[in-house]
């Protein structure tokens, strides 16, 4: 059996190309890192004064809780969104390897601002 090199190259190249755009390219968000799109589903629903404990339902237990805003890495929009509430608390979600959500809370335990980001 006589193997024609050519379409082996062909598709290592086809290959290596689904890898970079599927794993690489969309980075943090790279399905290859464990993130899930329906998580991100659920936090884009999420809307101002909801109750904590919806927001636990939506996404689940938090991986942190803070009583600053607590992204690992601070987007100038979203900690000026943070600074300019009056949140009593934060908790941190975690989807896939590194994209997180910041999601704070006033005394009423209703959702008044949130943020999401990657370390």
């Known amino acids: 059996m006589k193997i024609n090199f050519k379409w082996l190259a062909l598709l290592a190249l086809m290959g290596a190309g689904w890898f970079f755009y599927w794993g690489i390219l969309p980075g943090p968000r790279s399905p290859l890192t ?10 884009d629903q999420l809307a101002l004064d909801i109750l904590a404990k919806d927001v636990v339902t939506k996404l689940g237990q938090p991986c942190d809780t803070n009583i600053t805003y607590c992204l690992p890495q601070y987007f100038e929009p979203d900690i000026g969104k943070a600074s300019n509430q009056s949140a009593r608390v934060f908790y941190l979600w975690r989807n896939g390897i590194n994209w997180y959500y910041c999601i704070g809370f006033d005394g009423e335990d209703r959702l008044i601002v949130k943020g999401q980001g990657h370390s």
């Open 34 to 43: 464990g993130y899930d799109k329906t998580m991100q589903l659920r936090y």
